[in-house]
């Protein structure tokens, strides 16, 4: 549950590195996702029937530091919208 509190906050950050390709980002972001806990669920099998589920255990109790690295990331701010794109119609009679 952790981990996946930060997926909306996430999901938003990448609509606004690319505006206006909501779709193609949302499938991006949720299509990979999936694949991903799909690879890490053979990975921590394949690591449990190794070793022990015990030590599985203790390797993601520590998968939520990871969400520490989001510090790192740049600070886009909101994209300022001129007046001509909000309102085409006002800006076409003056």
Do not use: E, H, N
């Amino acid at each position: 549950m952790t981990l996946a509190s930060a997926s909306s906050a996430i999901i938003v950050y990448a609509f606004d590195l690319v505006p206006g390709k909501i779709g193609t980002i949302a499938g991006l972001f949720f299509g990979l996702s999936f694949g991903l806990a799909g690879v890490g669920a053979v990975a921590l099998g394949w690591l449990a029937d190794a070793t022990s589920i015990d030590l599985v255990y203790q390797i993601c109790a520590f998968l939520p530091l990871i969400g520490l690295l989001t510090i790192f990331l740049p600070d886009l701010g909101r994209p300022l919208r001129s007046v001509t794109t909000q309102k085409p119609a006002l800006a076409a009679r003056s």
